[in-house]
T-cell receptor, first 121, second 113 residues
């Protein structure tokens, strides 16, 4: 089945530094990937839609200069949290629609990476 | 944009009983409704989905129902087992799931042995 790999699984950094998270589709091509943020005991909040070869589409309220997204190839999207602060500490998770895989209803299945837990000290 | 509401936020049932989680959506263009199960510390996994041209779908102990007119959809788990304990998310998407997926707020299900 479709596999989305995400690294690192956890990262601790100092306030003011930048952190890059990678999301790879291992056995399929993904022209679109989605980046979500999940706070403890809360839902998945869509941050942005990453589009291969073009600019990402950010959701309302998400700072595009703070959360840089690059989707340089059909199998890789990166999220860079710039000048991280403690309030950026969260669980970041990427996902992609598998082009090959079809869900039980015939629609593409949204497959998630394992997530990256960011702690900013 | 789409807004998905989910209830209840927590649900405790005795093993063997049934569990029902309900969701509503706002965008009439939504036509694909997946349900995800997220165990503690793990990624969400698709457990069942339904399209708007179908009113009900069943897969073993899990069933989903959809009322397009009322913009309601529900997840039903029968004969619950301890391994069903997890957080369940409903979601809605347009264009058969090709567009962005909006998630509900989640339901933490606890099955008591």
């Amino acid at each position: 089945g479709a596999v989305v790999s995400q690294h690192p699984s956890w990262v601790i950094c100092k306030s003011g530094t930048s952190v890059k998270i990678e999301c790879r589709s291992l056995d399929f091509q993904a022209t679109t990937m989605f980046w979500y943020r999940q706070f403890p005991k809360q839902s998945l909040m869509l941050m942005a839609t990453s589009n291969e070869g073009s600019k990402a589409t950010y959701e309302q309220g998400v700072e595009k200069d703070k959360f840089l997204i690059n989707h340089a190839s059909l199998t890789l999207s990166t999220l860079t949290v710039t000048s991280a602060h403690p309030e950026d500490s969260s669980f970041y998770i990427c996902s992609a629609h598998s082009i090959r895989g079809l869900g039980p209803s015939g629609a593409n299945v949204l497959t998630f990476g394992a997530g990256s837990r960011l702690t900013v000290l | 944009g789409e807004n998905v509401e989910q209830h209840p936020s927590t649900l405790s049932v005795q093993e063997g009983d049934s569990a029902v989680i309900k969701c509503t959506y706002s965008d009439s263009a939504s036509n694909y409704f997946p349900w995800y199960k997220q165990e503690l510390g793990k990624r969400p996994q698709l457990i069942i989905d339904i399209r708007s041209n179908v009113g009900e779908k069943k897969d073993q102990r899990i069933a989903v129902t959809l009322n397009k007119t009322a913009k309601h959809f529900s997840l039903h788990i029968t004969e619950t087992q301890p391994e069903d304990s997890a957080v369940y998310f409903c979601a809605a998407s347009a264009a058969g799931g090709y567009q962005k997926v909006t998630f509900g707020t989640g339901t933490k299900l606890q099955v008591i042995p």
